[in-house]
């Protein structure tokens, strides 16, 4: 019953907490082993982040050389490292593969999931919770045991080594988890919905659609950021399913281009594709963390 | 209306997630190299080959410790850090949201950097013990002796956060009286967790442990990043194991069936897994 409101309202405040606490020199003296416990993580974390974000700045002289240093030469180096990257190891190309397939992935999976769910869990129809069952029952299944099954049925219909194939492919597995999320956000919405709907004599589809679908917006929006957060790191179906270079994903492009660093060890172009593939989730982190870290602790909440 | 809105989300997961595990079952009892379409029946012989497989035994050992001691670790940093953001701190949202941006970041990137970390000849972690005087600790961090405690730790930062956060939700449910009476009655810090805190989250807490064990066995894109071009054979985890048999490590064996049989095991050892610890953190329910 709690998802929808966490839904409606991630960044919920205990009542008791919403005014400021007061420093105090006392408490802030008292809190310090506190501060320095949590400022040793979060220095470790940034420091990392700052770490391959300089590197990305360097010549190879300067990262064979000096692991600690600051970059000498930033702009010239940088230049030199991005471009290497994003034209020369075709990160550009796989930059737009991953937005294409993400975000068709994305919009396919929540529009075929919410009428899935919608039924599911605001119509009683025979053999509703079995189906319920079959869709929970994806959660469990490993991408590993599918891989050869799943190969062989892109072959058969036509899609290997397509991006609509690796796009139906991640509908697919997106599914489960998508329908599990909105059925929980959808059975805590009131009945009296439908049931005015139904007074003003509004047809199913409508009250699906023009009751519903609004008010579901925000669980439909933690759906959709969930399944973008996934798919967008997604590596293992896509280095099983793809292989004609114009077709790969940014980590699948990321890890062959590790491969080639293997022989001409450009290690500071391979810092920038790193930052290439981190930097727009770190982007979207930042502008959207609460409403992601809502959506991906969603299923633990209940 | 039922069947035209349940009909193409059944139809897309039947036939893309479930038709093929189920396939898995029937591939697995083959032998084949996926060259050709002969597929030879062998019946339950993949399975008989992996119990004498000593690869298969290591890989299911590295993946159980790294289930368990990440698991520990993990849950006892999220504790710890929950206990710590609690109290009145500044700041307290930044905290969280850094903590839990690693799990945002695609494994292949996380594992990279990891790697670059974890370089002897160039990495920070062999400079800094070098610079500070404690050469002598310096280790081949990803080496065969190293590898299963080098990644846990790269586990540990990558997902400790989305436990954090997940159990911080769990421990706002509960009534701030309980804590207050709690220190009034002079409770340490220690009584108070594990007399009020564990038992009143518990019920998230075994949720949590459940999503764990489920995404810790599933683990690849991190390891396999970590450890590229391909960890050695004593750092195999049950997915790496399975990538190298089906379409191989950058270095193709190409025995399908076997890498399918290994895959019905996984699922096996989830399923066997999350089991046997709703088992043993089963206990009488506490409403409030």
């Keep these: 019953m709690d998802t929808a409101t966490q839904v409606v309202t991630p960044a919920r405040q205990h009542p008791l907490e919403q005014d400021r606490p007061r420093l105090t020199p006392g408490r802030l003296i008292g809190n310090l082993p506190y501060y320095v416990v949590l400022g040793l993580w979060a220095a470790l974390t940034i420091f990392i982040l700052l770490w391959l974000f300089s590197g990305s700045l360097k010549s190879n002289v300067e990262i064979f050389g000096s692991p600690w240093a600051l970059p000498k030469n930033p702009s010239a180096d940088g230049a030199k490292n991005y471009s290497a990257a994003w034209t020369t190891a075709h990160m550009s190309i796989y930059f737009v593969n991953s937005v294409l397939v993400t975000s068709v ?116 929006f933690t759906a959709a950021i969930f399944n973008f957060v996934m798919i967008w790191q997604e590596f293992l179906l896509a280095q099983l399913l793809l292989s004609s270079d114009g077709n790969k994903t940014l980590p699948v492009g990321l890890m062959g281009l590790r491969q080639t660093m293997q022989y001409n060890s450009n290690w500071a172009a391979m810092f920038a594709a790193v930052m290439i593939i981190v930097v727009p989730s770190f982007i979207v982190f930042v502008a959207l963390s609460n409403r992601i870290m809502a959506g991906l602790t969603l299923g633990a909440g209940k | 209306m039922v069947v035209p809105f349940l009909f193409p989300a059944l139809a897309v997961y039947t036939l893309i997630f479930v038709y093929p595990a189920f396939d898995a079952v029937r591939v697995s009892l083959f032998q084949w190299n996926g060259f050709t379409t002969r597929m030879t029946y062998i019946g339950f012989g993949n399975y008989r080959h992996l119990l004498s497989d000593p690869t298969f035994w290591v890989s299911l050992r590295n993946t159980a410790v790294i289930a368990i001691g990440g698991g520990a670790g993990i849950f006892g940093l999220a504790f710890f850090f929950s206990a710590i953001l609690q109290r009145e701190i500044r700041g307290k949202k930044f905290f969280r949201a850094l903590m839990f941006f690693p799990i945002v970041l695609p494994g292949v990137g996380v594992g990279m950097i990891w790697q670059f970390v974890y370089n002897r000849s160039w990495g920070p972690l062999s400079a800094f013990l070098n610079a500070v005087g404690l050469g002598s600790l310096d280790q081949t961090w990803l080496g065969p002796k190293l590898i299963i405690p080098s990644l846990t730790i790269a586990v540990i930062w990558t997902y400790m956060g989305f436990y954090l956060v997940i159990l911080m939700a769990g421990i706002d449910k509960i009534p701030k009286s309980y804590f207050e009476a709690a220190k009034m009655d002079g409770a340490s810090d220690w009584r108070t967790f594990w007399l009020i805190t564990l038992p009143m ?88």
């Design chain 2, 201 to 288: 989250t518990w019920d998230v807490l075994v949720v949590a442990m459940v999503l764990w064990l489920i995404s810790a066995m599933k683990i690849f894109d991190l390891i396999v990043a970590t450890t590229f071009p391909s960890p050695p054979r004593s750092g195999f985890t049950m997915t790496i194991f399975i990538w190298e048999r089906a379409v191989g490590a950058y270095t193709p064996v190409f025995e399908l069936g076997y890498a399918t049989a290994l895959g019905v095991v996984l699922l096996v050892c989830v399923v066997a897994g999350v089991a046997v610890l709703r088992l043993i953190t089963r206990r009488e329910r506490i409403e409030y």
């Design chain 1, 105 to 220: 992935s994305v919009v396919i999976t929540v529009a075929i999931s919410a009428p899935a769910a919608y039924v599911l869990s605001r119509i009683p129809f025979r053999g509703s919770t079995l189906i319920n069952y079959y869709f929970i029952a994806g959660m469990g299944l490993p991408f590993q045991l599918i891989l050869v099954p799943l190969y062989v049925l892109l072959v058969q219909i036509g899609l290997i080594d397509t991006r609509a194939g690796l796009t139906l492919t991640y509908v697919g597995v997106s599914i489960p988890f998508t329908i599990i999320l909105l059925t929980g956000f959808f059975r805590s919405l009131p009945s009296e919905l439908e049931e005015a709907g139904a007074v003003d004599g509004c047809s199913e589809l409508g009250i699906f659609w023009r009751i519903m679908m609004p008010i579901a917006t925000p669980g439909l």
